[in-house]
């Protein structure tokens, strides 16, 4: 969509969609609260991003900021959060925003062709299975955004990759980003009371990426908004390490020394919880991954309070992530985001091997390389 507005100001546009409405995954992003983008701007913003560098130009040229003035423009206000986030004013719904692109898009002549699959390509031509049959349509330039693979029930399934691969076109499997862990050994007695339960304020470490916030307990292992950003690095690890865990800070903004400090010579091992503000699913995690001799040693309490090992065994199914990673691989794309080997054919969106964390990263991306086809084709 994107795309299709900055190209229609100067081009015919035609836009076409395998659901019978556009923008189903957009909304998707609408639950909970719909997250634009953020207000991290230059480095901060792009040091989000990976493979490092490789977007740099791409969100410098459309950033943030630039994301606002945007949505600004289509009568979309928007407000930065406690967080960093940036969401529409308040009282605005996710489809108000989607039905102000759809309206812009109209305005400005595009096209919209919809319960058009894609099935297949050449570097004239793109053909399509509709109700119809077979419906083959040719460009001048083409821009795909066929989007990852998580989150299928709006269409997003990723079965588009083997028509790429028979191209010859470089790709990378999917992959889970942005996801649960998968925890061996849970006991499942206190699992299945404490499903659903929070861990407020606590760090999560995989090798040198450390997550303050909030996980909560699942009947397979951790979820959460500190989860979530770690699960790239946990990947990663999965991919190469026999072993691999992440660990447990719970109290992230204490030293060793001040914990230490509060343990007394008459202290009992029973009043860890109360002296430490411990919740009865805290306790039920150290117990459940130490031993008695941790409870009995006050040091080595307060080392694992400060760094709790917990095994991962996988993460949770790519149907389950927010997000996920491969697709186009980026070594098969010039910088202004063609194929090398049809290069009047554009890639946005999830649909290449880039990552980042929630926030509203995700959808800055998406924006930020939309934008970038479609300035990148108008060029002289």
Not at 39 to 58: E, H, M, S, V, W
Not at 61 to 89: C, H, M, N, W
Not at 356 to 371: A, E, P
Request: some cysteine; charged content about 20%; aromatic content about 10%.
């Amino acid at each position: 969509m994107m795309a299709a507005l900055e190209l229609s100001k100067l081009h015919e546009v035609h836009l076409y969609e395998k659901g019978k409405t556009l923008g189903r995954k957009f909304l998707v992003a609408g639950k909970g609260g719909f997250n634009l983008s953020n207000q991290d701007t230059g480095k901060n913003l792009q040091d989000q991003y990976a493979p490092p560098r490789f977007l740099d130009n791409i969100l410098q040229k459309f950033d943030t900021q630039k994301t606002r003035a945007f949505l600004e423009a289509l009568e979309i206000p928007t407000y930065i959060g406690s967080s960093g986030r940036v969401f529409p004013e308040k009282g605005i719904k996710p489809i108000e925003v989607l039905n102000a692109f759809k309206n812009k898009l109209i305005a400005q002549g595009v096209q919209l062709h919809f319960e058009h699959e894609f099935v297949d390509f050449d570097a004239t031509k793109v053909s399509f299975q509709t109700s119809l049959g077979t419906h083959v349509v040719s460009f001048d330039r083409c821009v795909f955004a066929l989007g990852g693979a998580s989150w299928s029930v709006t269409g997003s399934n990723g079965n588009w990759l083997e028509i790429f691969q028979k191209k010859g076109i470089e790709t990378k499997p999917f992959a889970p980003s942005n996801c649960g862990l998968d925890v061996p050994g849970l006991n499942p007695q206190w699992t299945k009371d404490l499903e659903g339960k929070p861990l407020k304020n606590i760090s999560i470490r995989c090798q040198d990426k450390n997550v303050k916030g909030e996980a909560v307990l699942t009947e397979y292992g951790l979820e959460g908004n500190a989860v979530y950003p770690i699960a790239a690095v946990v990947r990663e690890n999965l991919a190469t390490a026999e072993n691999t865990a992440v660990f447990l800070d719970f109290k992230p903004s204490h030293t060793v020394e001040q914990l230490l400090s509060k343990i007394g010579p008459q202290t009992r091992t029973k009043n860890y919880r109360y002296l430490f503000k411990l919740s009865k699913l805290h306790i039920s995690i150290l117990k459940n991954f130490t031993d008695k001799q941790t409870y009995t040693t006050p040091s080595l309490f307060v080392e694992t309070l400060k760094n709790l090992e917990i095994p991962i065994s996988s993460l949770r199914p790519i149907e389950e992530a927010i997000s996920t990673v491969g697709g186009i691989a980026t070594e098969a794309l010039n910088p202004n985001l063609s194929l090398k080997k049809i290069p009047n054919i554009y890639i946005a969106g999830e649909m290449f091997d880039w990552d980042t964390i929630t926030g509203g990263y995700l959808l800055q991306g998406c924006f930020s390389t939309g934008y970038a086809v479609a300035q990148n084709i108008l060029k002289p």
